[in-house]
């Protein structure tokens, strides 16, 4: 845990390699969950081709790991998290300015397993046979699985499959899992399993105690391109911003 620690704050200072923090910013730094690998630097380009001379930088990971980075100081003008919680309590304690939170895109839980590998369900979890596992994220710092615990918990599954979980670090992680046969199942966002031929989507969590994952922003306390980094969010709520990301699977977001 402290080397992932280490490597979130090296990852972090390297973010902002170059950028005179003394001189008006053109450049802003992100904290972003893993899950959006995909979308930050599409949106960065976007950003960037309508602000010339901005330059959009982001450093990623588990959103719980990243919160207590920014808990700490690093600097970092906006974050981006998988899940309401470490935005919150960054909120809680000052650290990001609570009225520049907005959800800008929503998600959905899937049951993912190596391609050819079907048949097991949600329902059927606990069934799987004798020596294999289902990977989810740590749910102490992982968004994903958080909510695959607490989905799993709802349908009486948590406590059953205890003894056979794999913890990822980041929702990556539990993809990778996956995507190498090394699990029967895992649980990740519908982003994740979108164009991956390695693995199938065996099921979705759906029904009312079903979680719905949120990516939730907000501008960091003090930040020296907070202004620019405001411009950046609002750009992600625009229609164009919107746009790329339901390109890449993900729903809209909402303004609280």
Same mark, same amino acid.
């Given at each position: ?5 280490? !490597? ?7 973010? #902002? ?39 959009? &930088? ?57 391609? @050819? ?19 989810? @994220? ?6 994903? @699985?958080?909510?695959?615990? &607490? ?23 539990? +993809? ?14 519908? &982003? ?28 960091? &306390? ?5 202004? +620019? ?6 750009? !992600? ?10 390109? #890449? ?8």
């Amino acid at each position: 845990m402290m080397r992932r620690r280490q !490597v979130l704050a090296l990852g972090l200072a390297l973010a #902002l390699g170059g950028c005179d923090r003394g001189t008006a910013p053109s450049e802003i730094t992100l904290a972003s969950a893993a899950s959006l690998r995909a979308a930050v630097p599409k949106l960065a380009r976007a950003f960037e081709a309508s602000h010339k001379g901005v330059r959009v &930088t982001s450093t990623f990971g588990a959103s719980g790991d990243l919160e207590r980075q920014v808990e700490a100081g690093a600097p970092v003008d906006a974050v981006l998290f998988a899940a309401a919680k470490p935005v919150d309590k960054l909120a809680a304690s000052g650290r990001v300015d609570a009225a520049s939170r907005r959800v800008v895109a929503t998600n959905e839980l899937v049951l993912i397993g190596p391609a @050819g590998k079907r048949g097991v369900t949600f329902a059927t979890l606990e069934s799987l046979p004798p020596g294999e596992r289902l990977a989810v @994220g740590d749910p102490a710092s992982v968004p994903a @699985g958080d909510y695959a615990k &607490t989905w799993l918990t709802a349908i009486g599954k948590w406590e059953a499959l205890r003894g056979r979980l794999v913890f990822g670090s980041d929702v990556s992680a539990v +993809l990778a899992y996956a995507r190498r046969g090394e699990v029967a199942a895992a649980i990740v966002y519908a &982003t994740e399993a979108r164009g991956i031929g390695e693995i199938i989507v065996l099921d979705e969590a759906r029904g009312p105690e079903a979680p719905h994952p949120e990516v939730v922003a907000a501008i960091v &306390t003090g930040a020296r391109g907070a202004v +620019l980094a405001r411009d950046f969010l609002g750009f !992600v709520a625009s229609p164009e911003g919107q746009g790329i990301l339901t390109g #890449l699977g993900f729903g809209p977001g909402r303004s609280r």
